[in-house]
């Protein structure tokens, strides 16, 4: 066993002398002067007790099902008599609903999806969605209500009509979150419009007793046993937050998800239970080896996961100049990976059904030996399980850190500096002192990021200075003579400085308001261009103010490698029947900038004048811009460039001709062949994706180029010890041969 394999389990051995599990689950529902110190300190909010997430409670929910038995007659309720349910909830209360959604679906076709549903051994298929399409509201942008309400007008022919057919859920614990307290208020003021009964059309999940439970809406608690110990980002799998849009959407299959949760998560001895291993192995990952950076690659039937996790484990553990990273949805090969001794990166996958996700990485992360763990499931109903497995993982991780984490202060800063904006009299607008770079209608607003104190305004001039004149830049695809006060001169020029005066880890791009498809493609490209692929550093890219209730508390409190830049449209798509307050988006944005700035955090705000659809050609171009000067000052390499490689490079790799000698299907993989081929002097067995262009019988015999001092890949369980070379175009591949029978073994110059 080596060193990091001890370090693991000797983390493991402390959980198991300190009873971990056993204190976790015996502080369910008692005061902090009953808990075990250790356990009042990092599971209390204060005095408030937020452990009711634990198995216990799960275990509570099993033996009194009834409950379930009641939630499940308020889903077939709706679903008798709505069209659409609206969620309006932030942080947990959205996340959780749209995973469901999105791994459930709403009676659309989706062979993976519905393979993956398949009804466990003894049981009959059945339909998984009951045909009420879910949306999970969870922004103030007033063009998220827009698209919802033209959504289902465009169905039913008219507004009024599809209202009738609409529940709106309001979902808040507290009773006073301000988006869904703005939401609820939004659509009271609709249906009293449109002269529809508001008490039938509204329901609230909330906490007995919170300002939302006025008694005039059919109110559920958010706990199923009337408590009110458990915290937003912990509610799933056993509350409503979690339970009832998956009781609409997956009707009975919710006592399979809660009992598989349970099977997943009480295995009893703790050496044996992945989740602990898996916080144990993170705690190890970051605070022995520094690498504080989670990777997590999904399958589709389970690619909202991250979105989850993210809030969970950042807003967790973002503390004390601590935390952990969660990245997904990157573009990645090995080409934007950093060499494994430079890598601060944790690679963590989950595979389901059988099937590995994402092979071909993963086998070359595992061949080079960056870290990675990896977890199985069976099937889609392993969702609760996974999810209640990733809270006790952070829960590890945050007893071996010695970190409360069940609260977020941060978080509330944002919300309060959000606050300070909105009762500024008039309309929300930057603050006159923050100063501002402009090109056409988009302004770069970077004196908040001379706030942290990295650089001064002084030494910004000299590097832009630097970098335009000396040398000037040439024209071409990135070149071209720049304004050296412009905004993009500005932003390549602060890049260039965080690299060089500080550990810069991290990007966050966050856009405040919904993003039209192009708009995000821009951000996606700017993304991988310059911090992906350019500097090889992982990248964030979301929607505010959701993502504020995701990884804020992280970015603020938690470890200082963070650069943030935050757009903002000046104007904003209304809904035609009644307008959402815009104020509040942008308090938002400003106040999270604000927040920052309280805290000696690196960000800047871009705005445009028009709508993020006005803004998408000056959006480009100043990314375009941004990247020119990069590469032109050698700080970063065009994407073209970065992939070429050098004669020397080249050179490493050693070519010869073989015989195929046989040919075999691969038993994991429909596209696949197992070749064993002759070298001459050795034999060897490679892995080759053309089954789908060539039968075994017009294989045997034949002689093949082959790369054969590449390290072995497993692929799709069966280990290949060399490359093909092979052409391909739209008519199919073509196996590259030498002109005529050479000797096997020979060399390709």
Same mark, same amino acid.
């Given at each position: 066993?080596?060193?990091?394999?001890?370090?693991?389990?000797?983390?493991?051995?402390?959980?198991?002398?300190?009873?971990?599990?056993?204190?976790?689950?015996?502080?369910?529902?008692? @005061?902090?002067?009953?808990?075990?110190?250790?356990?009042? !300190?990092?599971?209390?909010?204060? !005095?408030?007790?937020?452990?009711?997430? *634990?198995?216990?409670?799960?275990?509570?929910?099993?033996?009194?099902?009834?409950?379930?038995?009641?939630?499940?007659?308020?889903?077939?309720?709706?679903?008798?008599?709505?069209?659409?349910?609206?969620?309006?909830?932030?942080?947990?209360? %959205?996340?959780?609903?749209?995973?469901?959604?999105? *791994?459930?679906?709403?009676?659309?076709?989706?062979? #993976?999806?519905?393979?993956?549903?398949?009804?466990?051994?003894?049981?009959?298929?059945?339909?998984?969605?009951?045909?009420?399409?879910?949306?999970?509201?969870?922004?103030?942008? $007033?063009?998220?209500?827009?698209?919802?309400?033209?959504?289902?007008?465009?169905?039913?022919?008219?507004?009024?009509?599809?209202?009738?057919?609409? +529940?709106?859920?309001?979902?808040?614990?507290?009773? &006073?979150?301000?988006?869904?307290?703005?939401?609820?208020?939004?659509?009271?003021?609709?249906?009293?419009?449109?002269?529809?009964?508001?008490?039938?059309?509204?329901?609230?999940?909330?906490?007995?007793?919170?300002?939302?439970? /006025?008694?005039?809406?059919?109110?559920?608690?958010?706990?199923?046993?009337?408590? %009110?110990?458990?915290?937003?980002?912990?509610?799933?799998?056993?509350?409503?937050?979690?339970?009832?849009?998956?009781?609409?959407?997956?009707?009975?299959?919710?006592?399979?998800?809660?009992? /598989?949760?349970?099977?997943?998560?009480?295995?009893?001895?703790?050496?044996?239970?992945?989740?602990?291993?898996?916080?144990?192995?993170?705690?190890?990952?970051?605070?022995?080896?520094?690498?504080?950076?989670?990777?997590?690659?999904?399958?589709?039937?389970?690619?909202?996961?991250?979105?989850?996790?993210?809030?969970?484990?950042?807003?967790?553990?973002?503390?004390?100049?601590? %935390?952990?990273?969660?990245?997904?949805?990157?573009?990645?090969?090995?080409?934007?990976?950093? $060499?494994?001794?430079?890598?601060?990166?944790?690679?963590?996958?989950?595979?389901?059904?059988?099937?590995?996700?994402? $092979?071909?990485?993963?086998?070359?992360?595992?061949?080079?030996?960056?870290?990675?763990?990896?977890?199985?499931?069976?099937?889609?109903?392993?969702?609760?399980?996974?999810? +209640?497995?990733?809270?006790?993982?952070?829960?590890?991780?945050?007893?071996?850190?010695?970190?409360?984490?069940?609260?977020?202060?941060?978080?509330?800063?944002?919300?309060?500096?959000?606050?300070?904006?909105?009762?500024?009299?008039?309309? #929300?607008?930057?603050?006159?002192?923050?100063?501002?770079?402009?090109?056409?209608?988009?302004?770069?607003?970077?004196?908040?990021?001379?706030?942290?104190?990295?650089?001064?305004? @002084?030494?910004?001039?000299?590097?832009?200075?630097?970098?335009?004149?000396?040398?000037?830049?040439?024209?071409?695809?990135?070149?071209?003579?720049?304004?050296?006060?412009?905004?993009?001169?500005?932003?390549?020029?602060? &890049?260039?400085?965080?690299?060089?005066?500080?550990?810069?880890?991290?990007?966050?791009?966050?856009?405040?308001?919904?993003?039209?498809?192009?708009?995000?493609?821009?951000?996606?490209?700017?993304?991988?261009?310059?911090? /992906?692929?350019?500097?090889?550093?992982?990248?964030?890219?979301?929607?505010?103010?959701?993502?504020?209730?995701?990884?804020?508390?992280?970015?603020?409190?938690?470890?200082?490698?963070?650069?943030? *830049?935050?757009?903002?449209?000046?104007?904003?798509?209304?809904?035609?029947?009644?307008?959402?307050?815009?104020?509040?988006?942008?308090?938002?944005?400003?106040? *999270?900038?604000?927040?920052?700035?309280?805290?000696?955090?690196?960000?800047?705000?871009?705005?445009?004048?028009?709508?993020?659809?006005?803004?998408?050609?000056?959006?480009?171009?100043?990314?375009?811009?941004?990247?020119?000067?990069?590469?032109?000052?050698?700080?970063?390499?065009?994407?073209?460039?970065?992939?070429?490689?050098?004669?020397?490079?080249?050179?490493?790799?050693?070519?010869?001709?073989?015989?195929?000698?046989?040919?075999?299907?691969? $038993?994991?993989?429909?596209?696949?062949?197992?070749?064993? &081929?002759?070298?001459?002097?050795?034999?060897?067995?490679?892995?080759?994706?053309?089954?789908?262009?060539?039968?075994?019988?017009?294989?045997?015999?034949?002689?093949?180029?082959?790369?054969?001092?590449?390290?072995?890949?497993?692929?799709?369980?069966?280990?290949?010890?060399?490359?093909?070379?092979?052409?391909?175009?739209?008519?199919?591949?073509? &196996?590259?041969?030498?002109?005529?029978?050479?000797?096997?073994?020979?060399?390709? !110059?």
């Amino acid at each position: 066993m080596d060193a990091k394999n001890n370090k693991v389990e000797a983390y493991l051995s402390r959980l198991e002398k300190e009873n971990f599990n056993q204190q976790l689950n015996a502080a369910y529902g008692i @005061s902090k002067e009953q808990a075990n110190p250790k356990i009042a !300190k990092i599971g209390f909010d204060g !005095k408030e007790n937020r452990l009711g997430w *634990t198995l216990a409670n799960l275990n509570w929910i099993l033996e009194n099902y009834q409950v379930v038995e009641s939630l499940l007659q308020d889903a077939r309720e709706i679903c008798e008599s709505f069209k659409y349910a609206v969620f309006c909830g932030m942080g947990g209360s %959205g996340l959780t609903v749209q995973l469901v959604k999105d *791994t459930f679906g709403e009676g659309k076709v989706n062979p #993976v999806r519905d393979k993956a549903l398949e009804a466990p051994e003894g049981c009959l298929r059945q339909p998984i969605s009951n045909g009420v399409k879910i949306y999970s509201l969870r922004t103030t942008d $007033p063009k998220a209500i827009k698209d919802i309400l033209e959504e289902i007008t465009a169905i039913e022919g008219s507004l009024e009509k599809a209202l009738e057919k609409t +529940l709106v859920i309001a979902v808040s614990k507290s009773g &006073i979150t301000i988006e869904t307290v703005s939401h609820k208020k939004y659509f009271e003021e609709l249906y009293k419009k449109s002269g529809i009964d508001i008490k039938k059309h509204l329901w609230v999940v909330t906490d007995k007793g919170s300002p939302m439970d /006025t008694g005039d809406y059919q109110q559920k608690e958010i706990q199923l046993n009337g408590k %009110g110990d458990i915290g937003g980002r912990f509610t799933a799998p056993a509350t409503n937050i979690f339970l009832l849009p998956l009781a609409i959407a997956a009707g009975e299959k919710v006592r399979i998800i809660l009992d /598989t949760a349970k099977a997943m998560n009480d295995a009893g001895d703790i050496q044996q239970d992945i989740f602990l291993k898996l916080g144990a192995y993170l705690y190890y990952m970051a605070s022995d080896e520094g690498k504080d950076k989670l990777i997590m690659l999904m399958p589709d039937e389970l690619k909202d996961i991250p979105m989850w996790a993210e809030q969970l484990i950042e807003e967790s553990l973002g503390k004390d100049g601590k %935390g952990l990273s969660l990245f997904y949805a990157e573009k990645l090969s090995p080409r934007e990976l950093k $060499p494994v001794s430079q890598n601060d990166r944790v690679f963590f996958r989950i595979n389901i059904g059988g099937r590995k996700t994402s $092979p071909e990485l993963w086998n070359y992360l595992a061949v080079n030996k960056y870290p990675v763990f990896e977890i199985d499931l069976k099937d889609i109903y392993s969702i609760g399980g996974i999810m +209640l497995g990733l809270q006790r993982a952070v829960a590890a991780v945050g007893y071996l850190w010695d970190i409360c984490f069940v609260d977020q202060p941060a978080v509330e800063g944002y919300k309060k500096a959000t606050k300070e904006v909105m009762q500024t009299p008039g309309e #929300v607008k930057v603050p006159a002192q923050w100063r501002f770079a402009a090109f056409k209608g988009l302004k770069l607003y970077y004196s908040p990021l001379l706030e942290s104190g990295v650089f001064s305004d @002084s030494q910004l001039r000299e590097e832009i200075k630097k970098m335009i004149i000396n040398p000037p830049l040439t024209k071409g695809r990135w070149g071209g003579v720049r304004n050296p006060d412009g905004p993009a001169e500005i932003y390549a020029a602060i &890049i260039s400085l965080l690299i060089q005066k500080t550990k810069l880890e991290a990007i966050e791009l966050t856009s405040y308001g919904k993003m039209p498809p192009a708009f995000k493609n821009i951000l996606e490209e700017a993304r991988y261009n310059l911090f /992906t692929q350019g500097l090889k550093l992982p990248a964030k890219l979301g929607e505010g103010p959701d993502k504020n209730h995701s990884y804020h508390q992280n970015i603020e409190a938690g470890k200082d490698m963070w650069f943030s *830049t935050y757009f903002l449209a000046d104007k904003i798509e209304q809904p035609k029947a009644l307008e959402f307050d815009p104020n509040l988006l942008k308090a938002q944005a400003i106040g *999270t900038v604000q927040s920052l700035i309280n805290n000696k955090r690196k960000v800047v705000l871009i705005t445009f004048d028009g709508t993020a659809q006005d803004a998408q050609g000056e959006l480009k171009e100043f990314w375009d811009k941004v990247l020119g000067i990069l590469i032109a000052a050698k700080i970063i390499k065009s994407p073209e460039a970065s992939q070429m490689v050098t004669y020397d490079e080249f050179r490493k790799l050693e070519i010869k001709v073989a015989r195929i000698q046989e040919v075999s299907p691969h $038993p994991n993989a429909d596209r696949l062949y197992v070749l064993k &081929i002759d070298l001459g002097d050795s034999q060897r067995q490679i892995v080759a994706g053309i089954r789908a262009s060539y039968k075994p019988e017009e294989l045997v015999g034949k002689q093949i180029a082959v790369i054969v001092n590449l390290e072995p890949a497993v692929i799709r369980g069966v280990e290949s010890q060399g490359m093909l070379l092979a052409a391909s175009d739209d008519t199919g591949i073509a &196996i590259l041969t030498p002109q005529r029978e050479v000797k096997p073994g020979s060399v390709v !110059k």
